[in-house]
């Protein structure tokens, strides 16, 4: 069983910046792959970024050179870097976990409790 806490959502100003934090209970080493999506009021949930164990980034084409997944494997941790930010932006955002091919399509199988990120000025 896998724990994902995330952290760092709030509210922002158009073109602002916000990180997100994602925090798994064991050691990611073992985590295929680990991604963001975000699931705005009405909408379904998207994908909005995924990274392997060997650190290969996807992005969705709607935040790609704004936003950047990373992570730091001593403190179990992965980071959604989220540059000029836009209204559109604005949703309750999950970290997942799991096999590369269940991450990219429809979730990893883990998820967390999602943190909402407001874009709005």
């Known amino acids: 069983q896998v724990q994902l806490v995330e952290s760092g959502g709030g509210l922002v100003q158009p073109g602002g910046s916000l990180r997100l934090s994602c925090a798994a209970s064991?050691?990611?080493?073992?985590?295929?792959?680990m991604g963001w999506y975000r699931q705005a009021p009405g909408k379904q949930r998207e994908l909005v970024a995924a990274?392997?164990?060997?650190?290969?980034?996807n992005y969705a084409d709607s935040v790609k050179g704004r936003f950047t997944i990373s992570r730091d494997n001593a403190k179990n941790t992965v980071y959604l870097q989220m540059n000029s930010l836009k209204p559109e932006d604005t949703a309750v955002y999950y970290c997942?976990?799991?096999?590369?091919?269940?991450?990219?399509?429809?979730?990893?199988?883990?998820w967390g409790q999602g943190t909402q990120v407001t874009v709005s000025s």
């Open positions: 064991i050691s990611i080493f073992s985590i295929n792959a």
């Open positions: 990274i392997t164990s060997g650190g290969l980034p």
């Open positions: 997942t976990a799991g096999p590369r091919n269940w991450v990219l399509t429809t979730g990893g199988g883990y």
